[in-house]
């Protein structure tokens, strides 16, 4: 359910971003994003191997959590840049 919460939050966060960005701006924004987002994704790799879950558990979980809103991310300021 964790792994479900942190990707709904990290699209919405994603729409947040690019509908307050211009257009033209929108790789700026996405590239801000993933950054951010790896940071946050971080967090959660620590906070998971804190309560005892190992690298090559998380690790796959982890990167789905980061892909999943950065993917999206990068396909809006794309879509939105080819208008």
């Not at 906070?47 to 999943?68: D, F």
């Amino acid at each position: 359910m964790r792994t479900l919460i942190f990707i709904v939050v990290g699209l919405l966060l994603v729409g947040i971003a690019m509908w307050l960005t211009r257009p033209g701006k929108r790789p700026a924004a996405a590239a801000v994003f993933s950054i951010g987002w790896l940071a946050a994704v971080l967090w959660n790799l620590r906070t998971g191997m804190s309560h005892g879950y190992s690298l090559q558990e998380e690790l796959p979980i982890q990167a789905v959590i980061y892909l999943v809103p950065v993917a999206a991310a990068w396909w809006l300021a794309w879509k939105t840049k080819q208008r």
